[in-house]
């Protein structure tokens, strides 16, 4: 019996650390395919960074208009460049204070033709 317990609090301890990892490390460090639902729902906003190459590919294939850019990612953060020909998604901060950042830059014509995205590193 006492083989048993043992076995089952390993097995729920490993459970639990597998279910943190994925919350910390959702991709485990793998590019994923972009998804809509989870760019706008995902508590780990780190999981953004990750479906950075297939969405900058989407979008420079697709060449959406700005609204229907905004419709797909959902509206800009406050505190970002806003401006009618750019917007600006936060993607990810290696660093721990937060200085240097990846960010999805997205630029538009003045009548929101779509002209091209790509990931930008800044510290």
Not at 42 to 49: F, G, L, M, S
Not at 69 to 85: A, C, R, V, W, Y
Request: hydrophobic content about 40%; proline content about 6%; glycine content about 8%.
């Amino acid at each position: 019996m006492k083989k048993r317990a043992r076995a089952i609090v390993i097995t729920l301890i490993v459970i639990v650390g597998m279910c943190i990892v994925c919350m910390i490390w959702p991709t485990l460090g793998q590019q994923v395919p972009f998804n809509e639902w989870v760019w706008k729902h995902h508590p780990v906003h780190k999981t953004r960074y990750y479906m950075s190459d297939s969405l900058v590919e989407k979008l420079n294939r697709e060449r959406p208009t700005r609204e229907e850019t905004t419709s797909m990612l959902g509206p800009e953060p406050d505190g970002f460049i806003q401006g009618e020909n750019h917007l600006s998604y936060w993607l990810y901060s290696p660093g721990l204070i937060g200085l240097k950042m990846y960010s999805l830059e997205i630029d538009f014509t003045n009548d929101g033709t779509f002209m091209g995205a790509d990931v930008v590193y800044s510290d």
